[in-house]
């Protein structure tokens, strides 16, 4: 056995995760390559999801879109099994969260689709790989998210506002922090907003709506990126009959490299 | 009225384009604008057809899609009617093309759901912009379009091989060429291949599947980018009841500038 996770492959990760032996959160495993969030919602709404997503890639970057029924993610882990290989999952009746389960294949029906969707951990190693430092990784806590006053683009049902992820970043290093996660607009890419939270509608950096505030020490400058939280808040508003989604910070680790996600 | 369409805003050549005063090739005109190509499905083939795009997205790169039934690009172009505003359009039975017309009024459903594709003359205004010659349109003919032996990923009834388009660029601004369109992944972005066809299928250069061939000269390599003619091939191969496209060439003008579409 491998002395640190963070060195395994993918593949030993996600068999580690499918025997039950790995129920925990997945932040540094296999640091290379990049975690997916999940969303399994049944065929009626996929096209209108898909949709939803189309329209605001910068909060819901589509990694790989399941055929109906199938838990294989063709694209991003050819050898995976969606319903076994995240550590925790969520189940959520009409919006309301009812269980937490470590396998979903009692749950899964002929006609599920599996949306995975991209994640900031593959650009916080972009901006970890050019000495930037992550407030929340180094506080030991979760990445402090917000609601904001941005409408995302409506799609059927789907309808809310933009969430936010915040990391302090010194004055001088925030222009390259843009340009350095500007090349991933699969995992959110570019900032947001630099700076002026009200400006966005947040009107207390102190009080996330999601995850745990960090310190903003003097001369560094709070960024904002688009986050995945979103279309998990959207969904759930919509209230469907039934949404598996994974449990916060329990991901697939894929096999797509982060830095091959890279456009440039 | 302006000396040159190419000078004209997005409004007024759709506004001519919808009175049935401009029913030509829209090449160059309001030339900062990006323009889209069409495809117009009914609603129970538009969720594969987006799964399609969105598992090939260099090939089927989408800049909008209506709501089931609305002919209004919201997005793309907010006072557009898709019924109209492109000068010209086929309509597809069975994989037949059967009619060209000028408006889509008397054929649109109330379930049908219309896809803009971005296109290439988003990418080469920014060759052009580089000093980059773009040979086709230096010969007046249309771009050079091969099929390869690249597989799209497939999604429902919806599969096939990649088509591209050629531009012979010089071998000292062949990098810069891929560097500069990497720029733009929402209109095909980074090329696929730079020399050798034989590598991707291409076995005669001079005898393309699509549009015009074009001189090759001396110290030029043929550069590959993926081709929007791609999900038109491949819809005709799944013979949808009824598609309806835009004529090749006869583009709509969107509101969204060519320039905004670059991701840095």
Redesign the interface.
């Known amino acids: 056995m491998k002395n640190h996770m963070s060195d395994m492959s993918p593949e030993e990760v996600r068999q580690l995760v499918r025997k039950g032996q790995m129920t925990g959160p997945t932040a540094g495993m296999a640091a290379s390559y990049a975690q997916a969030n999940l969303v399994v919602l049944q ?1 009626d709404l ?2 209108d999801f ?2 939803f997503c ?2 605001n890639q910068k909060p819901c970057p ?1 990694l790989d ?1 399941t ?1 109906a029924g199938s838990p294989v993610p ?2 991003a882990a050819p050898g995976a099994d969606i319903r076994t290989d995240f550590p925790k999952y969520r189940i959520y009746r009409h919006g309301v969260l009812t269980e937490e389960v470590t396998d979903i294949t009692p749950y899964w029906k002929d006609d599920d689709v599996g949306f995975l969707i991209g994640c900031s951990f593959s650009f916080e190693q972009a901006l970890i790989n050019q000495h930037i430092p992550i407030r929340h990784i180094d506080e030991g806590v979760n990445v402090p998210m917000y609601k904001t006053d941005i409408d995302c ?1 409506p ?2 049902p789907f309808s809310g506002k933009m969430v936010v992820s915040m990391r302090p970043i010194p004055e001088r290093l925030a222009v390259r922090a843009a ?1 350095v996660t ?2 991933f ?1 699969a995992v959110h ?2 900032p947001v907003r630099i700076g002026n939270p009200q400006s966005i509608g947040i009107s207390d950096l102190h009080q996330p709506d999601f995850g745990d505030a960090v310190t903003v020490r003097e001369g560094e400058v709070p960024v904002f990126w688009a986050c995945g939280v979103t279309p998990q808040a959207v969904i759930m508003e919509a209230k469907p009959d039934i949404v598996i989604t994974h449990s916060p910070g329990h991901m697939l680790i894929t096999d797509i490299r982060n830095e091959s996600l890279a ?2």
């Open positions: 065929k996929a096209f898909l949709l189309q329209r589509v879109v055929d063709a694209i683009v799609a059927g340009q500007s090349r607009p890419g570019a456009v440039l």
